[in-house]
């Protein structure tokens, strides 16, 4: 049975048995806050467990790493958009240990692209199109490092607003430890002068 069968099977009993109703909520964070993550498929429902969540209580934005890329990104017009349309105070950019973002090599992950049958002539094209391929699959060296710098473009951020804090950590994909690489609360005074220069 394919996945897709497979889960439009379940999702009808799912609705005919009124199973959501135990999950109705809004559209807008309960604890006013919004999470970046990353996608890893140990923290689908560990990362809400560990901190104690329940569905409605935040925004939720995974990619791979728990990276913003840039500062016009979509992720960061995710978070833009969670603070300006659905009044999120805090923001908490939350990487893990083991990430595969860690280790990721853009040479290797090119040689199991041409893998799967893609012809050389488009990655080359693609290169010369100015899109810098090694730069965008390329992961990170150090995951708190990682978190820092993904802090620093949305304090930063000329479009955030002072009032809104923005937090660091790093979780442990097994065991749901985090360890708190910024806390937003501590360093609100320096971002706000920081953040002044913007706004
Ligand atoms: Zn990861």
């Known amino acids: 049975m394919s996945a897709l069968t497979k889960i439009m099977k379940y999702n009808e009993g799912f609705v005919n048995e009124g199973n959501?109703?135990?999950?109705?909520?809004?559209k807008y964070p309960d604890q006013k806050i919004v999470i970046l993550t990353c996608m890893d498929t140990r923290l689908?429902?560990?990362?809400?467990?560990?901190?104690?969540?329940?569905?409605?209580?935040a925004k939720i934005?995974?990619?791979?790493?728990?990276?913003?890329?840039?500062?016009?990104?979509?992720?960061?017009?995710s978070i833009?958009?969670?603070i300006h349309e659905f009044e999120t105070k805090e923001?908490?950019?939350i990487g893990h240990h083991e990430c595969g973002m860690a280790s990721l090599q853009a040479e290797a992950i090119l040689e199991k692209i041409k893998g799967q049958g893609i012809d050389e002539k488009c990655i080359d094209t693609i290169i010369q199109s100015g899109i810098s391929l090694s730069d965008w699959l390329t992961g990170?060296?150090?995951?708190?490092?990682?978190?820092?710098?993904?802090v620093n473009i949305v304090k930063n951020h000329p479009l955030v607003p002072n009032n809104v804090v923005v937090h660091g950590l790093v979780?442990?994909?097994?065991?749901?430890?985090?360890?708190?690489?910024i806390d937003g609360n501590e360093n609100k005074q320096e971002s706000s002068i920081e953040e002044g220069i913007y706004v």
């Open 20 to 26: 959501y109703q135990e999950f109705e909520t809004t």
């Open 44 to 57: 689908l429902e560990l990362l809400q467990k560990a901190i104690g969540l329940k569905n409605g209580d």
């Open 61 to 77: 934005i995974r990619n791979a790493g728990a990276v913003i890329a840039n500062p016009f990104d979509s992720v960061m017009r």
């Open 80 to 82: 833009l958009i969670s």
């Open 91 to 93: 923001v908490f950019i």
């Open 140 to 150: 990170f060296g150090c995951v708190e490092k990682s978190v820092s710098q993904s």
């Open 171 to 181: 979780i442990h994909p097994q065991t749901g430890q985090l360890e708190l690489v």
